[in-house]
């Protein structure tokens, strides 16, 4: 599953290069109130429903091993069992409050050895991008488990994030 797909880049990326059997992208390329959400990606409704469409063209020749789902991450988390993923990439929102919540939703969907990852490895607020709480809410959250997060290093400042769910 990756959960924020913007325009599908890194969906077909994935596609690309991976030999799993099937890949979810969700997004509900939906305006968020900028009040509650700052972020450079909260862009006007018209840029959401340009995105969606570049993503399902960009998308379309995977359609054996991809579903497009126009939804929020909570209500795209319920259509999945626990346990049942090998794989999950968060990079919706960036503010601690909506990454907990995506990380709260989708861990338990990944099964023992699975990875959950996800962008943006970062707090502060960075004037032309927006509110980042992302590497609180995943040190917290992981913390409290006791669980080490690892990290990229090429793709600074906004690196990204992985956790290997344990086994036993």
Not at 45 to 51: A, G, N, S, T, V
Not at 104 to 108: I, V
Not at 152 to 155: E, F, L, N, P, Q
Not at 162 to 168: L, Q, T
């Given at each position: ?7 599908g880049?890194?969906s077909?990326?994935?596609?690309e290069h991976?030999?799993g ?5 969700v997004d509900?390329w939906?305006r968020q ?11 006007p ?7 969606h469409?570049?993503?399902m063209a960009?998308?379309?020749r995977?359609?054996d091993?991809?579903a497009?789902?126009r939804?929020?991450?909570?209500e795209a ?5 626990d346990?049942?993923?090998d794989?999950?990439?968060l ?5 601690v409050?909506?990454?907990r919540e995506?990380i ?5 969907k990944?099964?023992?050895?699975g990875?959950?990852s996800?962008?943006d490895?970062l707090?502060g ?5 927006g509110?980042?709480?992302?590497k609180?809410?995943?040190d917290?959250?992981?913390g ?5 997060v690892?990290t990229?290093?090429?793709?600074g400042p906004?690196i990204s994030w ?7």
């Open positions: 599953v990756e959960v924020g797909v913007q325009e880049r890194f077909a990326h994935i596609l991976w030999q059997r099937f890949l979810y992208s509900p939906l109130d900028p009040a509650r959400y700052a972020d450079v990606a909260n862009l409704q018209k840029h959401h429903d340009l995105f469409r570049r993503t960009r998308l379309a995977y359609r091993r991809s497009i789902w939804m929020m991450s909570a988390s319920c259509r999945i069992d346990d049942q993923l794989f999950v990439y990079d919706a929102r960036h503010d409050e909506g990454i995506d709260e939703l989708w861990f338990p990944v099964g023992p050895g990875l959950i996800g962008h490895y707090d607020v960075l004037p032309q991008f509110v980042f709480g992302v609180t809410a995943v917290q959250f992981f409290a488990m006791g669980l080490p690892a990229t290093r090429d793709d906004f992985i956790v290997r769910k344990p086994v036993a």
